[in-house]
């Protein structure tokens, strides 16, 4: 019992530690061109600024998440289930911004690791009272889905690896490929799906009537696919029975 409420007030302190970050830290709203050895101007892979405002919602949705589990859900196996994987991403976020500030590559090692942990604690989270535990978890890991391939796709093209139009087709694939796995193994997901809807949004933004017209075409195509795959699959989901006990203790 006494593990299970310290976990609780643990993911707390993690928590208020990751929206402080920002505040702290100046924020972030993606990397600027010349971090990278090859300036990355414009680059088709990152969304439009203004989609960076779903942090906002991120922070605060995540810190009412966890003041709710420490004062009402501490001792609760179903909760205390997604704490482990949540704890060890947020821990890792709160010192993300200032490393992304620094160097890129260092940054992307570490928003692959948030990501893991983040979704793995979304596939752990409860099924009851979505509003308060899986719906914050999944439109934090959702973001980041896109966010790690985000960095990634410039990371390859900032490094001379691979041309950055190809880079983001090939990252934003794989956005979309993880995306589609964690709504087949928690389809009832709709926060993570609107994230990854969101960041698919911005990137469209950032690729309208910009540079190459062919490559921001193909970007174009490739985010419309992803969302129209992703919405379908959401659609599939099955609705939670009325009694949510019922279905939380289905889920187990």
Not at 76 to 86: A, F, K
Not at 175 to 187: D, F, G, K, Q
Request: charged share 10%; glycine share 10%.
């Amino acid at each position: 019992m006494a593990k299970r409420y310290w976990k609780s007030v643990l993911l707390l302190l993690v928590s208020i530690s990751f929206a402080l970050s920002p505040l702290l830290s100046g924020g972030f709203n993606g990397f600027a061109p010349d971090q990278f050895p090859i300036a990355q101007i414009d680059p088709p892979a990152q969304p439009a600024g203004y989609a960076f405002a779903i942090w906002g919602l991120i922070y605060l949705w995540l810190l009412v998440s966890a003041g709710y589990g420490v004062l009402r859900r501490a001792p609760d196996r179903h909760w205390n289930r997604m704490r482990g994987g949540l704890i060890v991403s947020l821990a890792i976020g709160a010192a993300w911004i200032p490393v992304a500030q620094i160097s890129p590559l260092a940054s992307t090692v570490m928003i692959w690791l948030m990501t893991g942990a983040a979704i793995l604690a979304l596939l752990r989270a409860p099924a009851e009272l979505p509003w308060l535990g899986s719906i914050p978890v999944g439109l934090y890991a959702g973001w980041l889905t896109v966010a790690a391939n985000v960095a990634l796709a410039l990371v390859l093209a900032g490094y001379g690896v691979i041309d950055p139009q190809v880079a983001a087709l090939i990252c934003l694939t794989l956005a979309m490929i993880i995306a589609l796995a964690v709504l087949t193994l928690r389809p009832i997901s709709r926060g993570y799906a609107a994230a990854v809807i969101w960041a698919l949004i911005g990137v469209c933004a950032a690729n309208i009537g910009n540079g190459d017209e062919d490559g921001n075409i193909a970007v174009l195509a490739l985010c419309a696919l992803a969302i129209g795959l992703i919405s379908a699959r959401l659609s599939m989901a099955p609705k939670p029975p009325s009694n949510g006990a019922a279905w939380a203790a289905r889920r187990g």
